[in-house]
T-cell receptor, first 113, second 115 residues
Framework: GDSVTQMEGPVTLSEEAFLTINCTYTATGYPSLFWYVQYPGEGLQLLLKATKADDKGSNKGFEATYRKETTSFHLEKGSVQVSDSAVYFCALQGANTGNQFYFGTGTSLTVIP | DAGVIQSPRHEVTEMGQEVTLRCKPISGHDYLFWYRQTMMRGLELLIYFNNNVPIDDSGMPEDRFSAKMPNASFSTLKIQPSEPRDSAVYFC?????????????FGPGTRLTVL
């Protein structure tokens, strides 16, 4: 079945460091891919998304490119800030599974000044 | 729009008691999802509804859990009797009618502690 696998955490970085959180997926057809972010004490909120191969989603300095050849959707940011400290979830919406999402296990990021 | 509304935000109860969690989805959203989040198991889909009808409840852990959606603006998740292992954060999410690329909007969650 459809699923996503994302990098285990926690991740700790210094401010202005480069961030990569890996995400790979398994799905039939052409799924849509998402990154959600969860700040402490809050629900998940959409960070960015991509709907077809080679699409690049971007928001708040974060980027991820839908790579069908490697079935990946890695999250990157060139210079992290303390305010980026949160848990990041990779998610997949299958081409044939309606509105059901499949979430990864989440990666906790802490950015220290 | 106020977003997805959940109540209560925090619930502390004793083992064996009945717990009812409530959710109001965003108006116009036809899909409603209940998730459970724990450190050990991450984010798990429990059940989801389309137009108030349960579509997939395969994630409901056992018969102690039940969910209803009596109308388009209200859903409940009930645990009876509750057990300490049910302690978790429970999220409700909603999304628009079918189509690709539909974002799920999450509520703030209910933190449940069963003593």
């Amino acid at each position: 079945g459809d699923s996503v696998t994302q990098m285990e955490g926690p991740v700790t970085l210094s401010e202005e460091a480069f961030l990569t959180i890996n995400c790979t997926y398994t799905a039939t057809g052409y799924p849509s891919l998402f990154w959600y972010v969860q700040y402490p004490g809050e629900g998940l909120q959409l960070l960015l998304k991509a709907t077809k191969a080679d699409d690049k989603g971007s928001n708040k300095g974060f980027e991820a490119t839908y790579r069908k050849e490697t079935t990946s959707f890695h999250l990157e940011k060139g210079s992290v800030q303390v305010s980026d400290s949160a848990v990041y979830f990779c998610a997949l919406q299958g081409a044939n599974t309606g509105n059901q999402f499949y979430f990864g296990t989440g990666t906790s990021l802490t950015v220290i000044p | 729009d106020a977003g997805v509304i959940q109540s209560p935000r925090h619930e502390v109860t004793e083992m064996g008691q009945e717990v009812t969690l409530r959710c109001k989805p965003i108006s116009g959203h036809d899909y409603l999802f209940w998730y459970r989040q724990t450190m050990m198991r991450g984010l798990e889909l429990l059940i989801y509804f389309n137009n108030n009808v349960p579509i997939d409840d395969s994630g409901m852990p056992e018969d102690r859990f039940s969910a209803k959606m009596p109308n388009a603006s209200f859903s409940t998740l009930k645990i009876q009797p509750s057990e300490p292992r049910d302690s978790a954060v429970y999220f409700c999410a909603s999304s628009e009618p079918p189509g690709l690329n539909n974002e799920q909007f999450f509520g703030p969650g209910t933190r449940l502690t069963v003593l």
